[in-house]
């Protein structure tokens, strides 16, 4: 029973032996791409990346030209704002954890089971432990839009942030998330919506559509020790994304 990437018993020799199917997957090693067979053992050569590329979920892909520093707030239109990103300076700000988003035209494309984290906390100490996210997005298949699930999680100072993330199996809804208990809101047009937000005041955790109250969430557990900073959230690594992202900010109420 070889090649099924399991154990097998090999009656008589006095024990199991591991069957490792080769070159199951590509992963990254030392900057380049590699073969693994499925018992994550590190195999051949499969590609060297340039010194111009980079190597993320197992591809060479381009490098994105940083500037040394980015102005977290530049172009933010809002009073207090903490941090904002309109996408050109493409991922940057991120962190790739999975998949392979992507900026096109200024807006990133975040499809599959992608997942963004920012590569900074945000510092919000002035913020007194309140806070709005706004997100200006768009589903990538308005005819079939899906939800938005849009998660916090502030029952700790040291793991406080926001997640947003897209699904699919009921359309025109958003889910309000905090600290694992949740609440759905809807029925939305979400093809039509451009921006969303979502505001942390006390223990209540508001939705806001195109600017209109659209409901609230009394959140279980929030942290009353000062939160010095947060994070955010893009995407997910197990359930499949399709959304794309004109704009993301951060600001004190």
Known sequence: SGGTGGS?????????????????KVDCFQGDAYWNN???????L?????????CENGACIEKENCPGNIDLIAGCQ?????????????????NTITGLPS?????????????????????ISSCSNDFTVK??????????????????RDASPASTGV???????????????????QETFGDFDLKNVNNI?????????????????????NCMNVTQIPIPAMYLELGSAVITQNFTLDSITLYCP
Request: with cysteine.
């Open 78 to 94: 809002e009073q207090g704002c903490k941090f904002y990103d309109d996408y050109k300076n493409k991922t940057c700000l991120w």
């Open 38 to 44: 499925s018992c994550d053992q590190l195999e051949d």
């Open 197 to 217: 937000e979502v505001r942390k005041k006390g223990v209540r955790f508001e939705l806001y559509v195109d600017k209109v109250f659209s409901g609230d969430y």
């Open 135 to 152: 997100y200006t997005v768009k589903p990538n298949t308005p005819d079939n839009p899906g939800s938005y699930f849009i998660s916090l």
């Open 103 to 123: 900026v096109v035209n200024d807006k990133l494309e975040v499809i599959g089971t992608a997942l963004l984290h920012i590569k900074n906390d945000i510092a």
């Open 46 to 54: 499969y590609q060297h990346c340039k010194t111009t590329e980079k």
């Open 8 to 24: 097998v018993n090999e009656g008589g020799k006095g024990g199991e032996t591991s069957v490792c199917t080769p070159h199951a």
């Open 163 to 181: 997640t947003f993330t897209h699904m699919y199996g009921q359309n025109d809804k958003i889910i309000l998330g905090c600290n694992g208990f």
